[in-house]
């Protein structure tokens, strides 16, 4: 680079500054001062590692920290409005306070997070006390028009005890939605109805200690029932992360069960060269958990020369000066990324149409994924609204070695359409019957091939 003769002098007038700057004392403190922001929140005297039985003073502490941590950032309490918080703390006090051990203080903590009702704010457990709260079968569940049924197997001893579609009457003799509600439910974190749900009814539902085998009463679809006493425990084959297929009438398909890595980038380009042929798309995130927007705007950039848009970004900046002045001490800072768009250079793209997929469980950088590809209008949104939740969150360290997260970073779309707390909503809605999942039928992936053949 070529520095024109003002610019050279000006720089060297402002390094002269600057030197002269080292000897005023201000200047001279900063290298001091640095460090302050790891003094007061790194926290070590509060992030205690793992033992059975916490101090008063360690249980006190963790609530205190995360109560005051979402109290000053978290960005969602508009959501609830009825939460009084620092009655809440109060409240929980009490509880904390009289926990004998540690698993039981986590028991409490797990039900603190979820009355933010957001699914980017958490209080995890220990690693130690894994599997006392989250061990399961090698099977997962689906709440199906009002009725839980078995979703998935995933190993052979137990495919042969359990099969896809049939109904969960009941779990350890209690019925499987009012069992969902009792002992599920206190401890989800969700933003919306759809992923609270989900999470009650599949992902969460047949958690508990890896000690204790779950009873289930099964109904085949004739209507025998049956208990089968099932391991939460076992070893099994998960469904494919990435499928990639070619369906009739030169339609695409391509599944996408994560962006945590650019893995999903790279299947996704394994393939494009039999994508660029296909005469329609269709891109399913309906599994997809999230990770990095970024990766999810990689693979939208093989669909469009045009630069690629994602949400806004706001964060909280509350002003105690304001605040001692008795005037309004909340205000949004758009975040510096606002307006930005992603723009790759390939030498070729699919002009095609294009159908994405999604549902409930599609969270997180999936609806980012979801909300840059309708701000594309590169094609349609078919299936469920998404689980309405993404953002990022503030990690924490709590006593006994206990984790939480809080969600620091509120996205809308860039006109101020929200979608956290209400979930990017399908073009055409389509969903699954207790038929379909029993008969092996998609009606979600149909729907978007019929609608596809129509352009």
């Known amino acids: 680079m070529q520095i024109k003769p003002l610019a050279m002098l000006m720089t060297f007038a402002l390094a002269a500054q600057l030197a002269n700057a080292a000897d005023v004392p201000r200047f001279k403190a900063a290298p001091q001062t640095s460090p302050l922001s790891e003094r007061l929140y790194k926290a070590p005297a509060i992030a205690t590692p793992y033992k059975p039985v916490l101090t008063v003073e360690e249980k006190v502490a963790g609530l205190s920290l995360f109560w005051a941590e979402a109290r000053s950032s ?35 903590m797990m039900q603190l997070a979820p009355l933010l009702q957001d699914g980017h704010t958490n209080i995890y457990p220990p690693r130690e006390l894994g599997n006392e709260f ?32 049939e109904e969960v009457v009941a779990i350890d003799g209690e019925p499987a939605l009012e069992y969902g509600r009792r002992h599920i439910e206190p401890f989800v974190s969700a933003s919306t109805p759809q992923d609270r749900e989900m999470r009650t009814y599949s992902y969460q539902l047949l958690t508990g200690p890896a000690s204790k085998p779950v009873t289930l009463r099964l109904r085949t679809a004739d209507g025998a029932e049956r208990d089968e006493v099932v391991d939460r425990s076992g070893s099994y084959q998960g469904p494919p992360r990435f499928v990639f297929k070619t369906l009739p009438g030169d339609i695409a398909y391509i599944s996408i069960d994560h962006f945590e890595s650019d893995e999903s980038v790279a299947m996704f380009e ?20 999230g990770g990095s927007s970024e990766y999810g705007l990689r693979i939208l950039s093989w669909l469009t020369r045009q630069p690629i848009g994602s949400a806004y970004a706001y964060r ?5 000066y304001r605040r001692a002045q008795g005037t309004s001490a909340i205000r949004w800072t758009p975040m510096s990324l606002n307006g930005e768009t992603y723009k790759a250079q390939h030498k070729d793209v699919f002009n095609g149409p294009v159908a994405v997929l999604t549902s409930a469980q599609s969270f997180s950088a999936a609806e980012d994924f979801a909300v840059s590809f309708r701000m594309l209008k590169r094609g349609i949104i078919v299936g469920e609204p998404t689980g309405g939740s993404t953002g990022q969150p503030l990690f924490l360290d709590l006593p006994g070695g206990g984790k939480a997260r809080i969600c620091i970073k509120r996205d809308v779309f860039p006109d101020g359409t929200e979608f956290v707390g209400k979930g990017v909503t399908p073009d055409v809605e389509v969903h699954p019957t207790v038929a379909s999942l029993r008969s092996g039928a998609d009606p979600v992936l149909d729907r978007a091939v019929a609608e596809l053949r129509k352009q």
């Open 74 to 108: 978290f960005v969602h309490f508009d959501h609830v409005p009825d939460l009084a918080w620092d009655q809440v703390y109060m409240e929980y006090l009490t509880k904390v306070i009289a926990a004998p051990t540690t698993r039981d203080y986590y028991r409490i």
């Open 270 to 289: 394994i393939v494009v060269p039999e994508i660029l042929k296909a005469k329609g798309l269709v891109i399913d995130v309906r599994r997809n958990g």
């Open 134 to 165: 989250f061990a399961r079968p090698p099977m997962r569940t689906a709440l199906v028009e009002g009725t839980v049924l078995v979703e998935w197997v995933g190993n052979p001893a137990l495919q042969a005890r359990l099969h896809v579609g």
């Open 316 to 320: 909280r900046d509350d002003d105690a």
